[in-house]
């Protein structure tokens, strides 16, 4: 295998294949690892060869070639002639390759040295396939520039939350009391986690910025540096959250208005401190005016004068600001139906569209409410055509089983990219992201990180599929969901280390493939959301935990219906926010798709869906099967024994256990509620306490 290229990425790729030699056979080679003169990237080590190109009997054997263009003269592979050009020089782009063949030889060129990181991760992926004679060439490139894991980590253990707000997967892989870990093995093996998944971005801290956390900014800079300079020849870079009232926090200064001239210095100043230490630093993540963190309202500002101070500060060194449109009242009064927290983020930023500077990224959840199971595609992603969006899902299952229940999303994710918001014939969420002319200016997609310190790094090792779809599905929204699982499957449990590989593929197919709409089944129904324990972090049910307080997360049941009536004609109108057609088709009641039936209306128990059934009656269906299906699961799973690892299958199981536990007494407590409320016994005849 041939490298040829500069730089510390190819470095990282020269390991990787030196490495894959050392386990599989095969002998790496290096090539214009000096850069060309002019170039100012010398941190590659010196030609293999002693700089002079591999010699002839080499080149006969070189079956695999990975080549970065334009770092000097191209190699010879076979005989005497260069690898094929493969087009225009820089077409790949930044984070492009090309997988083709020269003769015998398979040939990988990249412009960039991202690109050929990528291309050697997709090589790995395709196995032996790779080098079928008969693979057509073909071009990749990933259909959004920035993927982006953000942590929400906290630096000192919150008496609340935590080391990591909404981690199930143990400790923070940065911070431990109050300290950087410097665990540089493990940040060097998420690095490669993370580029093998395609995400080129994290933030390092939570959005919730308490004091410690504040000062990374400023004198803890240090400990974000060596994080990225670790995670750098991964193709990572690293982005902070930081807190609106930084210039007050850490800076000394009396206000933290934007408009003020010395708040405007001081974030330039802090800034360009950034920059000297951090180079390719990413930029900052504000979650401003929302559940309690500062922001620019408190001087009488709005949000576009608050990301735009921001990204001012950021643009001369090429950083971006993502700006939360999670911005809702958190103190509302639950008796005053004219209040809606669904149409907040709309309100609040719609009228924006346009204000915003060209290097600031509005980050939406990509519902309007917060990472439900299941919610309509919020519809601010359709408002701002003039503004840079990051679409934002939460990796971490802090309301989809916490890591303790098999929820696979992709299925969620890829409904929410696919969703067309004009309709049938018009653009889907994915190309608004990737930019689209009159719809979207291109942003980012954004995820909640589901890592800790957990030896799996998920808690429950199944969780990792989620994160491999999340960056897989970022890199290509179109892929079909089921594809990005079997391509996990066979990633991590390769046949060669199964018993019975087609059987361990097959059982971990059918248990994680309809998870998401299992999980769907018994919690929450028909879209109305929440109903989980307030007093246990939001696991487990509780049907009326959240509806006599102040979040906003009402269902409404009483004796006759349950439901938001959100529509134009007498609920809130946030029906009223989409686009034609969806605008009049949820504020249909005939219309509106069932699972979304109770986010925006409120009908009577015995409403027909149009599935069929009424609305208690599904409600009980879908508890009762969704609790089996569960059992199914954990049945399903004792195939595997003897077929994994010992230790990983036991984990799944206990973790199986809990699920069967806590799918049943979702069923329970859901049914019952509803039983009690409506006097509505089961058509089926089924108990019901
Ligand atoms: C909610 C979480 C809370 C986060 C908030 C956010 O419960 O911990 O701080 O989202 O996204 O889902 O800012």
Not at 486 to 505: A, K, M
Request: proline share 7%.
């Amino acid at each position: 295998v041939l490298v040829h290229g500069a730089g510390p990425l190819v470095d990282t790729v020269f390991e990787e294949v030196t490495r894959a030699c050392a386990d599989h056979g095969g002998r790496a080679r290096r090539t214009g690892a000096t850069p060309p003169a002019g170039t100012t990237d010398s941190a590659g080590p010196p030609d293999g060869d002693g700089g002079g190109g591999p010699a002839a009997d080499e080149v006969d054997a070189t079956q695999v070639a990975l080549v970065l263009r334009g770092a000097g003269a191209l190699p010879a592979v076979a005989g005497d002639a260069p690898v094929p050009a493969g087009g225009e020089p820089g077409a790949l782009g930044d984070e492009g390759f090309l997988l083709t063949r020269d003769g015998a030889v398979t040939v990988l060129l990249a412009d960039a040295p991202a690109g050929l990181l990528y291309g050697l991760f997709h090589l790995v992926r395709l196995g032996e396939t790779a080098f079928d004679p008969a693979r057509p060439g073909a071009v990749h490139r990933p259909a959004v520039r920035r993927r982006m894991l953000d942590h929400w980590d906290n630096v000192d253990v919150h008496p609340v939350m935590g080391q990591v707000e909404r981690g199930y997967a143990g400790g923070s892989i940065f911070w431990r009391d109050g300290r950087a870990r410097r665990d540089l093995a493990r940040l060097r093996a998420y690095g490669r986690l993370l580029a093998a998944c395609g995400i080129n971005a994290i933030s390092v801290n939570n959005v919730n910025v308490h004091a410690t956390e504040a000062r990374l900014l400023t004198d803890r800079l240090g400990d974000v540096a060596e994080i990225a300079d670790v995670l750098r020849p991964y193709g990572v870079r690293v982005h902070l959250s930081v807190t609106f009232a930084a210039p007050v926090v850490v800076g000394g200064l009396a206000t933290a208005d934007p408009r003020e001239r010395r708040v405007r210095d001081w974030w330039a100043r802090t800034t360009r401190q950034v920059y000297q230490r951090i180079p390719d630093f990413g930029g900052y993540l504000v979650k401003a005016d929302s559940e309690g963190q500062p922001g620019p309202f408190a001087y009488g500002r709005d949000h576009a004068d608050g990301a735009n101070l921001l990204a001012e500060a950021l643009a001369p060194h090429g950083g971006v600001v993502h700006w939360r449109a999670f911005v809702y009242d958190h103190r509302q009064d639950w008796r005053d139906r004219s209040t809606d927290r669904a149409r907040a983020a709309y309100d609040h930023f719609a009228p924006l569209d346009g204000r915003f500077d060209d290097n600031v990224v509005l980050q939406v959840k990509y519902g309007p409410m917060d990472f439900q199971a299941r919610e309509p595609v919020s519809p601010v992603i359709a408002a701002m055509p003039a503004t840079r969006l990051a679409v934002e899902f939460q990796v971490t299952q802090e309301y989809t089983g916490q890591q303790r229940h098999v929820c696979y999303l992709g299925p969620c994710w890829s409904e929410v990219l696919g969703f067309r918001p004009w309709g049938p014939d018009g653009h889907r969420v994915a190309d608004v992201v990737a930019g689209v002319p009159d719809r979207g200016r291109g942003g980012d997609l954004v995820a909640v990180s589901n890592v800790g310190d957990d030896p799996y790094w998920t808690g429950h090792p199944l969780a990792q599929a989620n994160l491999y779809a999340f960056g897989r599905l970022a890199w290509d929204p179109r892929r079909d969901p089921r594809a990005v699982l079997d391509e996990w499957i066979d990633l991590t449990f390769p046949p060669t280390t199964t018993g019975d590989p087609e059987r361990v593929r097959e059982t971990l197919h059918a248990l994680l493939d309809d998870s998401w709409r299992t999980y769907e089944r018994y919690t929450a129904p028909l879209g109305v959301g929440f109903m989980v324990s307030p007093a246990n972090r939001h696991y487990g049910p509780d049907v009326d935990g959240y509806e006599y307080s102040r979040w906003g997360t009402y269902h409404f049941a009483d004796r006759d219906g349950v439901g938001v009536d959100r529509t134009r004609a007498t609920g809130t109108g946030f029906a009223g926010q989409y686009p034609q057609p969806w605008s009049t088709v949820y504020e249909s009641v005939d219309e509106c798709p069932d699972e979304l039936l109770l986010f925006f209306h409120h009908v009577p128990y015995g409403h027909v869906l149009r599935g069929g059934s009424t609305v208690v009656q599904h409600i009980y269906d879908t508890h009762f099967a969704g609790a089996e299906e569960v059992t199914a699961m954990r049945e399903r799973w004792r195939d595997l024994a003897g077929l994994v690892d010992p230790a990983l299958y036991d984990r799944v199981g206990e973790r199986l256990d809990e699920q069967v536990r806590s799918a049943t007494e979702w069923r329970d407590q859901i049914n019952t509620y509803f039983f009690r409320k409506s006097g509505v016994p089961d058509a089926k005849g089924r108990r019901i306490h």
